[in-house]
């Protein structure tokens, strides 16, 4: 069974600073890893996808990198805001187009 | 508007009695899926449909069934709720021509008393 783990569950950091979420995977069998955003009562939005062949991607203070061989990925925050209090989810994409979900982390930034 | 859409949003409903959740998107993607997501549990997946004619079970579809009756349409049913299907319930769509992310819809939030 492909699992994906996410750690920390949550976490709880004051305003500016720097923060990683990690994620780890079974199966080096990947399409693409993908980090979504999701607020409370609220969908899924897509931050970062990362194919199997890149290393890493960036979006404004987010970065994400991927390391197959390891089975991990990572999403750094960089300076991090209030507004970023969400929860993160981490999604593997398997080779025949199965999405396979992280438990999330829980983010809160104190102002 | 909306890419993925879902109704009703949140609905209550008592044990046993039949009810059905409706996706739909604009997106003209092929592919959909229905998730339920849990408290510590993350997102699981019930059904999926990579075109009209083909539906195929996810990890979690018993006590489920669900219809394609459109490419843009995907609705779930639950025959006989239960309480242990009270859940956050998302639809959401990927394009196999690109096999890009998925998009999600609003998700409903569904009480089964």
């Known amino acids: 069974k492909q699992e994906v783990t996410q750690i920390p569950a949550a976490l709880s950091v004051p305003e500016g600073e720097n923060l990683v979420l990690n994620c780890s995977f079974t199966?080096?069998?990947?399409?693409?890893l993908q980090w979504f955003r999701q607020d409370p009562g609220k969908g899924l939005t897509s931050l970062l996808l990362?194919?199997?062949?890149?290393r890493e991607q960036t979006s404004g203070r987010l970065n994400a990198s991927l390391d197959k061989s390891s089975g991990r990925s990572t999403l750094y925050i960089a300076a991090s805001q209030p507004g970023d209090s969400a929860t993160y989810l981490c999604v593997k994409q398997g080779t025949g187009n199965q999405f396979y979900f992280g438990t999330g982390t829980s983010l809160t930034v104190i102002p | 508007d909306a890419d993925v859409t879902q109704t009703p949003r949140n609905r209550i409903t008592k044990t046993g009695k039949r009810i059905m959740l409706e996706c739909s998107q604009t997106k003209g993607h092929d592919r959909m899926y229905w998730y339920r997501q849990d408290p510590g549990l993350g997102l699981r997946l019930i059904y999926y449909?990579?075109?009209?004619?083909?539906?195929n079970k996810g990890e979690i579809s018993d006590g489920y069934s669900v219809s394609r009756q459109a490419q843009a349409k995907f609705s779930l049913s639950l025959e006989s709720a239960i309480p242990n299907q009270t859940a956050l319930y998302f639809c959401?769509?990927?394009?196999?021509?690109?096999?890009?992310?998925?998009?999600f819809g609003p998700g409903t939030r569904l009480l089964v008393l």
């Open positions: 990362i194919q199997s062949s890149q």
């Open positions: 959401a769509t990927s394009d196999f021509a690109t096999q890009e992310t998925q998009y």
């Open positions: 449909s990579f075109d009209v004619k083909d539906i």
């Open positions: 199966d080096s069998a990947i399409y693409n």
